[in-house]
């Protein structure tokens, strides 16, 4: 919970910078001239981020990679509107002991329905995220379409383990049995990001990078755990991610507006 409010803390500190950012990329008009170069825009976002879980994630999950895409508007002013979805794996399972799989698991080993050791069965960390928010571009130069970006968005998070048995050989792990097992949870969940947008004469070279944070309440979605019993009751539990993103835009629309200010 101390890392959220530092979290929060921090956007408060940077919000007087979003919206006063005009006085951070004025040009002064006795050393040369001044181009407004700022522009209405619409771009399809594609990005890569690798995260690190904290709370009761940390508990379950190693870190993961994950992939998303995002629709942005921004304003003339440099408002910037979007809708994002995030799919996130490759999260190992921290606790090897597989203490959720109850008497599948026995002496490291997954028996199938046979009674033998099964071969083919993987387990890992499944994120999901979908979002809108709201965010602002600070620029640091006399090209206004690029700067630092604040953005925070507010959504639906869900996670579970993915059970991949490949050979069918454990009968627990086929149809809706295996649900059971996958410890499905879904909740509220908001996500901030602060890093640089770099925009250029070249639109196609529009990419941006930084460190984005979620924060996450999310209980079980099925009705019965396996090893936990029933779910009816259960709170909240919280859970955080920090990660690196890079992504690359893909402009859809840009009404031009360049004005130029002379000084004699």
């Known amino acids: ?90 999260a190992n399972l921290r606790d090897t002991s597989f203490a959720f799989l109850g008497s599948l698991y026995q002496n490291h080993i997954i028996y199938d329905g046979n009674g033998y050791a099964a071969g083919g069965v993987s387990m890992e960390g499944r994120y999901w995220f979908f979002g809108a928010g709201v965010g602002k571009i600070i620029p640091v130069n006399r090209w206004r379409n690029s700067g630092i970006w604040i953005k925070m968005n507010m959504g639906y998070f869900g996670h579970k383990i993915r059970i991949s048995d490949y050979d069918n050989q454990v009968p627990q792990f086929n149809g809706d049995y295996k649900k059971g097992y996958d410890h499905l949870s879904a909740g509220f969940a908001m996500n901030q990001f602060i890093g640089y947008l770099f925009i250029q ?19 079980p979605s099925r009705n019965y755990i396996f090893n936990e019993g029933p779910t009816t009751g259960l709170k909240n539990k919280f859970s955080s991610l920090i990660g690196l993103r890079i992504g690359w835009n893909i402009p859809l629309y840009e009404k031009k507006s360049v004005t130029t200010f002379y000084y004699r």
Not at 201 to 219: A, H, M, P, Q
Request: aromatic share 20%.
């Open 1 to 90: 919970m101390k890392k959220t409010i530092y979290i929060w803390l921090t956007l408060l500190c940077l919000l007087p910078l979003a919206m006063q950012g005009q006085s951070y990329y004025r040009t002064n008009f006795r050393d040369k001239n001044f181009v407004d170069t700022s522009a209405t825009m619409i771009w399809l976002g594609a990005n890569v981020t690798g995260n690190l879980p904290l709370g009761y994630l940390h508990d379950w999950f190693k870190p993961n990679l994950s992939v998303g895409v995002d629709f942005t508007f921004k304003t003339k002013s440099n408002w910037t509107f979007d809708i994002a979805m995030n799919y996130m794996f490759g």
């Open 201 to 219: 004469k070249n639109r196609v070279l529009s990419f941006y990078g930084g460190i984005e944070f979620y924060e996450i309440w999310s209980k």
